[in-house]
C-alpha cells in the first residue's frame, strides 16, 4: 500500500508482488527483499497484525501467567501435571514474552517505522509546499457550490477569498482565476506523533524493565528491612540490573492498623476492611537521622531510589516454645519456662476474608526429636455448622474472642537435606500428625495471648505470649515509567489531533456567470458541506452589506 | 483521596436510601420498557405499506422519545441516590457501574439527539440494550451499598472509571449504527423472499444510508477510542499507585489493550482497501462485544486483580 498516504486516505489497491515475481529468478535478493519489506509496510500487513495481536494476547487471561499470579501457574501443574507441561511448551504460562507474542508485535513496529518514517519525509515536504493547484473540473469535489454573481462581486471575489481564507488559517495560493487553500496540517502531524511515540513507549519499558526491580518483604511490626539483596524475601531484578545500585536505606515497621467497618447495622458490610495503615520509620543511610511516614494502599513510600507499596498483611502470633513442661502456677494458671526452642513472631497468611489465619512452626532444634507445626488463628472464632472452627470477624470483638490452635506433626522436616523449602508450608507427608484432625487428640487450643500449654506425648510446652499484625512491601525501581508516561501522554495527544482536525482543501474559481467554491476532505469531514456553503454565501453576501453601505 | 476521615471506623451507609435508590432504578426500567415497545411500534407503523398508517407514526416517536427522557431522569436520579446512600461515587461495583454506564448511554444519546439526526432511528436498539442491562443489574448483579476498598480510594476511581464509562458509551452508540449497517448490507437480509425478511427491509428503509450509518458509527468510535486511549493511561497511572506497576497484564488490563488494539484495528481498517465497510464494521462490533465480555465474563470468572463486582 502506499505508504505516503495519511492512514484516514482511503488508499488504492494494495502494490501487489508481480505475479510472475514469484518464481522468476531475476527478482533476487534485493527483490524479495524490496517485496518483503513492501508487504511488511503495507496498511493492510498492519491492520493484520493488529488483530493478530489482539487474538495473541487472549490466552493470557486464560492461563495463569508467571509475571502476574505465579501460584496459578504452580496450582496448574500440580492439578494437571502433563497439559501444563504441553502448554509451557507453547508458552501459554509467559504469553507476554513468548516467542510468537514477542515476533507479531516486533514485527508491527518494524511496520510501523517502515510506514511512518516516509511517511514523516513527505508530510515534511508537504509542509514546506504550496497547496496543490485548482482542480479542472471543480463540480467533481465531494462538496461543491456554483453561485450565480454580478459581475462586481465577480471581480473582487479571488481577493477576498483569499483573504477570508487566510483569516480561517488556511495556507493560500493565489493562481489567475481560482484561490487554491489547505488546511489541517496538525491531522497529519498528530497523526506521526502518535505512532512515534507509540515507538518512545515501547522504548521506554524496554529500557525501564532491564534498569528495573522490584523485591518483596515481609515485615512484623518492630522488624526492620535493611535494602540489599540479603533483605528481600523474593526478589526480580531486571537485565541490567547491577546490585551496586542498590541504595543503603532502612525501613522499619513501627506499627500496622487496620480499620475495618464495625457497624453492625450494616449487615453486608460488617467487617470489611476501611482502611490500612503502616507506619515505618525510614533512613537514607545508616546514619541519617530516620523519619517516620504512613504508607497506605494508594499512597506509596517514595523515596529518591525506590517506592515502597503496601500489598498484603496479617496477623503474627508471638508464639514460644520449650522441650520442657509447663509450669503450673496457684489457680490453675501454667507459664512457660526457657531454654525455648523457638521464640518469635509467626506470619500467618490469611486464608479468607474474615482472617482465618493459618501459620507454620518448624522446630528442627527440639529435643529430644524435631517436629513441626500447622496453626489456626481465629481473630473472633466460630462454628460452622459442620463443626470446624472459622472466623466470623476479622479483629478481635472481645479480648476473650480470638483462639490459636496448634496441630503437632512429628518427624523429619528435611531441613538438613540442603534443599530450600517453604517456610508457608509444612510437608506433612512423611510426618506423624500427634493433635488434632483425625488423630483423636484434640488440637491445642490457646486463647487470648498469655496462655500457655502443654503439647501432646510430654514435649514439652507452647505459650502465645503477644500479639502482632505483619505487613507486606513491595519495593520497585524502575527509572522508565516516567519516560512512558511522557510517551504516553503524547500518543494521546497526536490521536486527539490525528482524528479531531480536519484536514481540507478549499478552492474558489472565478468562473463566467459567477464563482464556484469546492471541498475536499482527508478522511471522515462532518463539515464540509457546511464549510462550502459558508464560503459561498460569505463571499456574495458580503459584497451586498457593501453595496448598500455605499 | 475520597473523603474518608481517618479515625472513623465506619462510614455513613445509608442502606434505606440505596433501596429508595433502586425503586427510582425499577420505575425508570418501567418506562424504558413502555418506551422501547413504543419505538417497536413506531417502527412497525413507519414502515408500514399504508400511507395513513405512516402518517400516525411520528406522533408515537414523539410519545416514545418524551418516555426515554422521562425514564433516564428517574434513571438519573437513581444513580445520584445510590451515590448519596454510599456516600461516594456510585461506580464502585459492577451493579453500579451498570446503572451508571447505561444512565450515561443514554445522556449521551439524548445530548447527540439535537445534533445529529441519524442518530434518532437508533432509540430503539438503545433503550433495547439499556433495559436488558438493566434486568441484569438489578437481579443478577445487585449488591447492597459497600464501603470503599482501600484499593479503591483514590480520586482517580473518578477520573479512570468515569472516562471508562464515557467511552464505553460512545462505542456502544456506535455498534448499534454497526449493526444497522451490516443488516442493511446483508445479502440474506435484502434478498430473501421470507416474509419476515420484506418487514425487517420496510423497517430498514426507516434508517439513514449505509453512508451516512457508516460515517456515524466512525464518528462515535473516534470519540469512543480516545477516551479509551486516555482510560487506559489513567489505568496504568493509577495501577502503578494501587498495586506497584503501570502494566502487569493483569487479566482486565489484558482486556482493555485487546479493546484498544481491536478498535486500532477499526481505525486501520477504514482506510484500508477491502477493509472499510463491511470488515470495519464487523470490526466494531466486535470491539463492543469485547467489551460487554470485559465486563461481564472477565469480572466474574477470571482470575485478577480487578475483583470488584462485590458478588461472592
Excluded at chain 1, 486463647?447 to 502465645?464: D, H, I, T, Y
Aim: proline share 5%; charged share 15%.
Amino acid at each position: 500500500m502506499d505508504s505516503s498516504r495519511p492512514s484516514d486516505h482511503v488508499s488504492n489497491a494494495p502494490t501487489e508482488p508481480n505475479s510472475s515475481g514469484v518464481n522468476s529468478p531475476e527478482l533476487g535478493l534485493v527483490g524479495w527483499l524490496r517485496w518483503i519489506w513492501r508487504l511488511l509496510t503495507s496498511m493492510r500487513t498492519a491492520l493484520i497484525l493488529l488483530l493478530l495481536l489482539a487474538a495473541a494476547a487472549i490466552p493470557g487471561s486464560v492461563y495463569p501467567q508467571r509475571s502476574a499470579d505465579p501460584n496459578g501457574v504452580t496450582s496448574y501443574f500440580q492439578q494437571n501435571p502433563e497439559l501444563a507441561k504441553v502448554l509451557d511448551g507453547l508458552q501459554l504460562f509467559d504469553v507476554y514474552s513468548s516467542v510468537w507474542f514477542s515476533s507479531i508485535y516486533i514485527l508491527l513496529f518494524v511496520s510501523l517505522i517502515g510506514c511512518v518514517v516516509p511517511r514523516a519525509i513527505v508530510h515534511a515536504k508537504a509542509m514546506a509546499s504550496t497547496p496543490p493547484a485548482t482542480p479542472k473540473v471543480m463540480a467533481r469535489m465531494p462538496a461543491y457550490q456554483l453561485v450565480d454573481a454580478k459581475k462586481s462581486v465577480r471581480a473582487a471575489v479571488v481577493e477576498r477569498a483569499a483573504n477570508l481564507l487566510k483569516r480561517e488559517r488556511y495556507r493560500v495560493v493565489v493562481d489567475g482565476d481560482s484561490v487554491s487553500a489547505e488546511r489541517g496540517y496538525l491531522r497529519e502531524t498528530g497523526n506521526l506523533i502518535f505512532h512515534l511515540s507509540l515507538i518512545g513507549v515501547l522504548v521506554a519499558v524496554g529500557f525501564g524493565g532491564a534498569y528495573s526491580y522490584s523485591g518483596q518483604r515481609l515485615l512484623v511490626e518492630g522488624d526492620t528491612f535493611v535494602n540489599n539483596l540479603a533483605g528481600y524475601d523474593s526478589f526480580s531484578p531486571g537485565a541490567f540490573f547491577n546490585e551496586n545500585n542498590l541504595t543503603p536505606f532502612s525501613m522499619k515497621l513501627d506499627k500496622f492498623e487496620i480499620a475495618f467497618d464495625n457497624n453492625v447495622n450494616h449487615k453486608a458490610n460488617a467487617g470489611t476492611p476501611i482502611d490500612f495503615r503502616a507506619t515505618v520509620s525510614t533512613k537514607s543511610s545508616p546514619t541519617a537521622p530516620a523519619q517516620t511516614t504512613l504508607i497506605r494502599v494508594n499512597e506509596p513510600l517514595e523515596l529518591p531510589t525506590a517506592k515502597v507499596y503496601l500489598t498484603g498483611n496479617g496477623y503474627a502470633p508471638v508464639l514460644a516454645f520449650s522441650d520442657k513442661p509447663c509450669k503450673n502456677l496457684n489457680g490453675g494458671v501454667r507459664v512457660i519456662e526457657g531454654p525455648f526452642s523457638y521464640q518469635g513472631a509467626v506470619p500467618y497468611l490469611p486464608q479468607d476474608a474474615n482472617y482465618t489465619s493459618l501459620g507454620v512452626i518448624k522446630l528442627p532444634d527440639a529435643k529430644p526429636n524435631q517436629y513441626g507445626v500447622l496453626s489456626f488463628f481465629y481473630p473472633t472464632a466460630g462454628k460452622l455448622p459442620t463443626g470446624a472452627l472459622t472466623s466470623v470477624y476479622p479483629a478481635a470483638i472481645s479480648p476473650q474472642s480470638s483462639l490459636l490452635t496448634l496441630n503437632v506433626y512429628a518427624g523429619d522436616l528435611g531441613l538438613d537435606s540442603g534443599i530450600p523449602s517453604n517456610v508457608f508450608s509444612l510437608a506433612t507427608h512423611g510426618l506423624k500428625q500427634l493433635s488434632g484432625g483425625k488423630t483423636g487428640v484434640k488440637p491445642i487450643q490457646l486463647l487470648v495471648k498469655g496462655n500457655a500449654e502443654n503439647l501432646p506425648n510430654n514435649m514439652g510446652c507452647v505459650a502465645f505470649t503477644d500479639l502482632k499484625r505483619f505487613a507486606s512491601l513491595d519495593i520497585d525501581y524502575n527509572p522508565g515509567q516516567g519516560w512512558v508516561l511522557l510517551f504516553a501522554l503524547l500518543s494521546l495527544a497526536g490521536l486527539v489531533l490525528s482524528l479531531l482536525v480536519p484536514r481540507r482543501r478549499v478552492w474558489v474559481k472565478r468562473v463566467d456567470d459567477g464563482f464556484e467554491v469546492a471541498a475536499l476532505a482527508r478522511g471522515d469531514d462532518p463539515a464540509l458541506n457546511r464549510i462550502v456553503q459558508e464560503i459561498a454565501q460569505e463571499l456574495s453576501s458580503k459584497k451586498k452589506k457593501k453595496d448598500k453601505d455605499d | 483521596m475520597i473523603s474518608m476521615p481517618r479515625t472513623q471506623l465506619t462510614v455513613a451507609l445509608n442502606e434505606d436510601l440505596s433501596q429508595v435508590s433502586l425503586y427510582f432504578i425499577y420505575f425508570a426500567m418501567a418506562l424504558y420498557t413502555v418506551a422501547f415497545l413504543a419505538y417497536v411500534w413506531h417502527l412497525s407503523q413507519a414502515s408500514s405499506t399504508l400511507k395513513a398508517v405512516r402518517k400516525g407514526a411520528s406522533r408515537i416517536e414523539r410519545g416514545a422519545f418524551i418516555l426515554l427522557v422521562f425514564a433516564s431522569a428517574f434513571h438519573g436520579i437513581g444513580v445520584i441516590l445510590r451515590g448519596v446512600a454510599a456516600s461516594r461515587v456510585p461506580w464502585a461495583n459492577m451493579y453500579e457501574f451498570s446503572i451508571t454506564g447505561t444512565f450515561l448511554v443514554v445522556a449521551i444519546y439524548l445530548v447527540s439527539w439535537f445534533f445529529v439526526r441519524d442518530i434518532r432511528i437508533l432509540a430503539v436498539f438503545l433503550s433495547g440494550f439499556v433495559l436488558l442491562v438493566l434486568g441484569i443489574a438489578t437481579t443478577v448483579f445487585y449488591v447492597e451499598v459497600k464501603s470503599l476498598m482501600p484499593a479503591l480510594q483514590s480520586y482517580w476511581l473518578v477520573i479512570h472509571v468515569t472516562v471508562a464509562i464515557l467511552a464505553t458509551g460512545f462505542f456502544n452508540i456506535a455498534s448499534a449504527a454497526s449493526i444497522a449497517y451490516l443488516m442493511k448490507g446483508s445479502n440474506l437480509v435484502q434478498t430473501s423472499k421470507l416474509r419476515g425478511f420484506a418487514l425487517t427491509r420496510r423497517i430498514l428503509g426507516l434508517f439513514p444510508d449505509m453512508t451516512k450509518l457508516e460515517k456515524l458509527a466512525y464518528r462515535f468510535n473516534i470519540i469512543g477510542f480516545i477516551l479509551w486511549t486516555f482510560t487506559l493511561i489513567a489505568g496504568a497511572i493509577w495501577a502503578e499507585r494501587a498495586w506497584h506497576r503501570y502494566w502487569g497484564w493483569d487479566t482486565k488490563e489484558v482486556w482493555t489493550f485487546i479493546i484498544w488494539t481491536i478498535y486500532a484495528g477499526y481505525l486501520h481498517a477504514n482506510a484500508t482497501r477491502g477493509w472499510s465497510g463491511k470488515r470495519s464494521a464487523w470490526l466494531a462490533v466486535i470491539g463492543f462485544c469485547a467489551i460487554i465480555f470485559n465486563f461481564t465474563i472477565v469480572n466474574l470468572f477470571f482470575k485478577g486483580l480487578h475483583v470488584y463486582s462485590g458478588l461472592k
